[in-house]
């Protein structure tokens, strides 16, 4: 590290300066976490902490971030590019969206965008994305086994929610208007305003002390670090062309499976990542948009990198990716997305690692449990939402670990007190799903199991994958177990699909048994 940090005085700034201007930068954006963290309203923020915080450039190029969540932080700078290329924004104002064809990733995601004013000229911007529990659609929760994007919930694009420091009122009961919690989410919305304004006002004390010239121009130069550092990984991988592919079980609404492909093309210093070949969009909610696949590409390519990389917009640069339009890596209007987010996700990693397994095996894990298993509960009187983690796939060096969030998701989960003091739910088991890892020379981590009784008639959806095809493993290893769902209704136990809708009766148990992470290595 030490070493690379010399090489930047060959670019001609001050290396010491650049790592105290990224410690700077990313301290804002974790203390924006804090604060949204122990200002919101809902469970789902507070304790499972489904938020990320950044910073970005006056062009809209991430430049710092908070470690939260994979799948939000890689898409963002389009929602942040979006706001700015269609509202003129004045000093005091914010600009809010969801919609998922102009850099967001699925509706319960909210983006609130602050530029930042120096001497008259907007600078640089913030912004923080949430998931809302409920932001309306033909189900509890907004993830609902959906055709088209207007089942899934209210569309935002790039408006204004704060004009001139105040906060636009017709705007606020536009959105309340469409959910089934208002005031959860009227709650949630003005933490997210909130903490903007914290991240605003440190990034003008920052510019005041050290002068904004310099501020920007170290933003620029962590930029073109990190591309320095991303551009020397790619020239550490062996040239050449690598193909993998694997499949959704379904979209929740037709049986048939969904191929991901991808090749990746390693050219010295740059990388071609084109997923040509994968399905067409299809009819139900699996689709991902083209800020997903960025996403996942920006995730994977930085755990390649041996040293610590700024995470910000430059690590994309020497990447070219293409994702064919119109086909589920990049979904056009009007494309259900609500699973494309938390779920095809999920297999843009598992290809892509597939593919980078054969340029660099010695680095690569076998596939984790490929699904964040969502889960939501409610009615109109409350929506519960959560993501189950499961295995860790096996690593080339030691076993997978077991009963964790894994890839783009990176939320903690709601504790069992919580939900029982918050929702009209009771969690019966919540425990390691022993022997689901994968047999091998090391071996895969194990799921979770986790059970949870109605108390009261509610709405309830899954949306979960690895259901029929099994997290792989890798070197000969074996595959995960794949996970199930269950209901249990009048004693008899009903094996239910891995996308369902259904009305819940008061005494019912849903049961998620999640899957295991691949093995690595053949058992000799």
């Known amino acids: 590290m030490i070493d690379k940090l010399l090489e930047t005085e060959e670019m001609g700034f001050d290396s010491i300066k650049l790592e105290l201007y990224r410690n700077i930068l990313n301290s804002i954006a974790e203390e924006m976490g804090v604060a949204l963290c122990r200002s919101a309203l809902s469970t789902n923020i507070k304790e499972r902490r489904d938020f990320s915080c950044a910073i970005f450039n006056r062009h809209g190029k991430m430049i710092a971030q908070a470690a939260h969540i994979p799948v939000h932080l890689g898409s963002m700078p389009l929602s942040v590019m979006s706001a ?63 055709n088209h994007i207007i089942q899934e919930g209210i569309r935002i694009p790039p408006i204004k929610i704060v004009e001139n420091g105040e906060i636009r009122g017709d705007v606020f009961e536009l959105l309340l208007s469409n959910v089934r919690t208002p005031k959860e989410r009227c709650g949630d919305l003005e933490s997210q305003i909130s903490t903007n304004r914290i991240g605003r006002q440190r990034l003008i004390e920052t510019s ?18 990190s591309a320095r550092l991303m551009r020397q990984s790619l020239r550490d991988l062996a ?8 499949f ?31 399905a067409d969009q299809v009819k139900g909610s699996m689709n991902a948009t083209y800020a997903i696949t960025v996403s996942a590409v ?24 293409i994702a064919p339009v119109g086909s589920v890596v990049n979904a056009q ?43 939501t509960i409610g009615n109109q009187n409350y929506t519960y939402y959560e993501t189950i983690g499961g295995g860790m796939g096996a690593r080339p060096n030691q076993d997978g670990i077991s009963a964790i969030q894994t890839h783009m998701t990176n939320t903690l989960n709601t504790p069992i007190e919580s939900i029982e003091t918050s ?20 071996r895969g981590g194990d799921g979770i199991i986790r059970t949870y009784r109605l108390l009261s008639p509610a709405q309830v959806t899954i949306l979960s994958e690895r259901r029929k095809f099994p ?16 209901l249990r209704r009048n004693n008899q136990n009903i094996e239910l699909e891995g996308k369902v809708s259904f009305s819940g009766n008061n005494k019912d148990i849903i049961e998620i048994k999640t899957p295991g992470g691949g093995g690595f290595g053949a058992l000799k």
């Open 84 to 146: 700015i290329k269609e509202i003129e924004m004045s000093k005091d104002d914010m600009v809010i969206l969801n919609d998922p064809f102009r850099g967001g990733t699925h509706l319960p995601d909210i983006t609130l965008v602050s530029p930042v004013f120096i001497e008259e000229i907007p600078i640089f911007f913030v912004a923080n994305r949430a998931h809302h529990a409920d932001v309306g659609g033909m189900t509890p929760g907004s993830m609902p086994l959906s």
């Open 423 to 442: 929702f009209p739910l009771q969690v019966e088991k919540y425990k390691i799903r022993s022997q689901s890892g994968g047999e091998g020379r090391l």
């Open 208 to 225: 005041e002390k050290y002068g904004v010239t310099e501020v920007s121009d170290y933003m620029d130069r962590l930029q073109e670090y």
């Open 298 to 321: 920006f995730y994977v390519f930085q755990c390649l990198v041996s040293v610590d990389i700024p995470s910000n917009s430059g690590c994309l640069d020497p990447i070219e990716i």
């Open 471 to 486: 997290p792989y493993g890798l070197d000969g290893g074996e595959p995960g177990k794949t996970g199930q769902n269950i």
């Open 333 to 375: 209007f009007p494309a259900a997305v609500a699973g494309g987010n938390v779920e095809t996700s999920q297999r843009i990693v598992d290809v892509l690692f597939g593919a980078l397994a054969q340029a660099c095996p010695g680095l690569i894990p076998a596939a984790s449990s490929g699904t964040m298993n969502n889960l």
């Open 248 to 278: 959704l079980d379904d979209d929740g609404i037709d049986s048939h499976p969904i191929e991901l492909c991808v090749k990746i093309t390693i050219d010295g210093a740059e990388a071609i990542i084109d997923f040509t070949g994968s």
């Open 239 to 246: 040239d050449g062309s690598y193909s993998f592919s694997d």
